[in-house]
């Protein structure tokens, strides 16, 4: 009932900058924490950075200080700047979010995104 849709990925070389968006959209009656993480090939889903509703972010130890999580709550969308780009950060970058919607009654639950690519190469 509720889709994330991101978008912002591609390829850029190394010390480069790129903006990821996702947005939330269906039946949304309100989002709590919002988040991204990523995966590579061969290894595990590490959170990235979350942000909170009321705009409180926490961010995983090798982005601090280059990468910047941010939402419009307005838009149920999250954003992630990610500047100084290295090759360790090439990944499948993927957005949730703790939603909650309506369907006959109020539903809780994490969404999702399918993920987008994220290439730092020179």
């Known amino acids: 009932q509720v889709q994330l849709v991101e978008s912002g990925g591609g390829l850029v070389q190394p010390g480069g900058s790129l903006r990821l968006s996702c947005a939330a959209s269906g039946s949304i009656f309100s989002i709590n924490d919002m988040g991204w993480y990523r995966q590579c090939p061969g290894k595990e889903r590490e959170l990235v950075a979350t942000i909170t509703s009321g705009g409180s972010t926490n961010y995983a130890d090798s982005v601090k200080g280059r990468f910047t999580i941010s939402r419009d709550n307005a838009k149920n969308t999250v954003y992630l700047q990610m500047n100084n780009l290295q090759p360790e950060d090439t990944a499948v970058y993927r957005c949730?979010?703790?939603?909650?919607?309506?369907?006959?009654?109020?539903?809780?639950?994490?969404?999702w995104g399918q993920g987008t690519q994220v290439t730092v190469s020179s």
């Open positions: 949730n979010a703790d939603v909650i919607y309506y369907v006959g009654g109020y539903i809780n639950e994490i969404s």
